[in-house]
């Protein structure tokens, strides 16, 4: 393994061997961050099917591994921002894989505010096709979610409004998407 010290590489290795009795073939899991610093842990490992206690070994590896190489730090761009930490262990061909994500809260400097029954439906629909031809996410919505109109507007407003109020704004709802 590049980048780490031969005990941490015999660590993760006594991990990889852990998690393959339990017939994982890959694990993984996740830190949260707030403020620049750990906000809070998966205390399990999840792959094929179903979760794997971890141990204070590969926790403090893991540890040592995002302080040697400063993690948090490259983490975040700014540190009223939250980050997110997803460390991957391919136990067969023995890789250590850490992504980086950081959530960025932002307001609108005009303060107005847009509540979900302002937008028609049909400008809903151009703004999630615009939103897919930009590959902004790619979303499929449980057949039940569609049936129950109740459940797809708690979906819209839970998840998808912030995003609809960015977009709204910044492009002002072209009709011609």
Partial sequence: ?????????????????????????????????????????????????????????????????????????KLMSDCDNRGQLNINIDCVERTLKIDAYETK??????NDMLELSDIESEDLIKIFNYMKSKKYFTMSIPKEVCLGRELFLVLIENVLLPILFFLYYSYSCPKNL
């Avoid at 590049?2 to 393959?20: G, M």
């Fill in 1 to 73: 393994m590049e980048n780490v010290t031969d005990e941490q590489a015999k660590t993760l290795k006594l991990f990889a061997y852990y998690a393959q009795g339990y017939g994982k073939k890959e694990v993984n899991t996740g830190i949260y961050t707030q403020d620049c610093q750990e906000d809070w842990r998966d205390d399990e490992w999840y792959g094929d099917g179903s979760n794997l206690e971890s141990y204070e070994a590969i926790d403090n590896c893991i540890n040592q591994i995002i302080e040697e190489h400063d993690l948090f730090e």
């Fill in 105 to 110: 809260f932002d307001t609108n400097p005009s």
